[in-house]
């Protein structure tokens, strides 16, 4: 194990190679924290970035390479700004967002995740997921389990395992647009016991079974438009 680092806080310039118990996340936070960029991140045992309780204006340009269970970690009540321009590859889940509020998520390259990409769960609230780019999720690109997210767009999300962008138990998404989803494992996008209240402008290329699949009691308000579905051939 070796690290080095300079100035921390704003954390800046950290090179984290391996990590070791008993501190398995080595940027682990429960303060308030206004710059979290520019960090390398090599194989943590559990997580590369965690913020736990606590507040963050900025987590931009990390790069994080093969965590044992998540690239960036946002925990119990957390609030963050942005996280933007990250670069995270493999690990459970690339980005999740557990029972916190983050303004926006975007311009993110999450990749190989052994899960979802992007995990939205215990009533979370994300304002704005857009523009990242998502490729090869073991299970969902985007997975929204009981949360809100008010706006998915224009996301390229690339040979997810089961589907684009899945919503699920009791979420609430406003506006799903502008994505390019390419060779879902079975869907480009679902909305499964939730509400999804516009779907546009989305083009979804050779999904294995669904383009847009609704159902459960799902609700939608037949806002479904500008649809571009290219099936398998």
Excluded at 6 to 14: D, F, H, K, T, V
Excluded at 179 to 197: D, L, V
């Amino acid at each position: 194990m070796a690290y080095s680092y300079a100035n921390p806080l704003p954390m800046e310039s950290l090179t984290i190679i391996q990590s070791i118990s008993p501190f398995p996340a080595y940027i682990y936070l429960k303060i308030l924290c206004k710059i979290h960029l520019g960090n390398t991140v090599t194989t943590p045992t559990n997580n590369a970035i965690m913020i736990e309780n606590a507040s963050a204006t900025n987590i931009s340009s990390n790069t994080v390479n093969k965590p044992g269970i998540n690239g960036i970690f946002i925990y119990n009540n957390s609030n963050v700004d942005l996280i933007t321009d990250n670069n995270i590859s493999a690990g459970n889940v690339n980005i999740n967002i557990d029972g916190s509020t983050v303004t926006e998520i975007s311009k993110n390259t999450l990749s190989s995740a052994k899960t979802n990409s992007v995990f939205l769960h215990n009533k979370c609230t994300v304002n704005k997921l857009s523009s990242n780019t998502i490729n090869a999720s073991g299970k969902h690109g985007v997975f929204i389990d009981c949360a809100t997210a008010k706006t998915i767009k224009a996301n390229t999300i690339q040979s997810p395992a089961i589907t684009g962008v899945h919503v699920y138990n009791n979420s609430k998404v406003s506006t799903i647009a502008n994505n390019q989803i390419t060779s879902p494992g079975k869907y480009g996008i679902c909305a499964e016991k939730s509400t999804a209240r516009t779907i546009s402008g989305n083009s979804i290329s050779k999904p294995a079974n669904t383009g847009i699949f609704i159902f459960t009691k799902s609700k939608n308000r037949y806002n479904i438009r500008q649809y571009h579905y290219l099936w398998k051939r």
